[in-house]
């Protein structure tokens, strides 16, 4: 019988490379609820400074005079003048703004697939099916009238007791 070449069993420095960045992958897409929590909190909160920065106060404080007069420069570059102010502001509320969107895409992703598969109504089907809820709503809103109407006088003797 012919001997047979030992196999190596220790897995070859490009299977280890890839297990370890297949790691890596598995660990970044992991979802971090903790995370998505502190954006969900923080970003109202980066959108409501933009908003205050952008109209210059926040309750009695003229935030214009109060922040363009800073000892320090970093801080007087934007917001010395009503533009920089002004930009300033409105890149935080973009930013808020796109963390929002940024919070909400796992939740419109599944909705939009599904209205996918929606069979929508004809306009005749529509036209039709509206035209009935309204007249549903005239009928009830007769009825109650009527109603009114009719126990109005109980009611008057009631409150006259």
Sequence with gaps: MAKQPKQNNKPSKAKENNQDSGRVMSILR???????WLLAILSPVLILYGVYIVSGTFGTVNLAALLGNTPYAFINFFFATDLARILTGSFLILIGTLIVI?????????????????????????????????????????????????LNPLFEWIYSL
Excluded: C
Excluded at 112 to 137: C, D, H, Q, Y
């Design 102 to 150: 940024y919070l909400l895409i796992p939740y419109l992703r599944p909705s939009l697939a599904e209205m996918k598969k929606v069979t929508w109504p004809t306009s005749r089907t529509l036209t039709s099916n509206s035209v009935k809820v309204i007249g549903f709503i005239l009928f009830l809103g007769l009825f109650f009238v009527l109603i009114g109407f009719a």
């Design 30 to 36: 992991k979802e971090y609820a903790f995370e998505n």
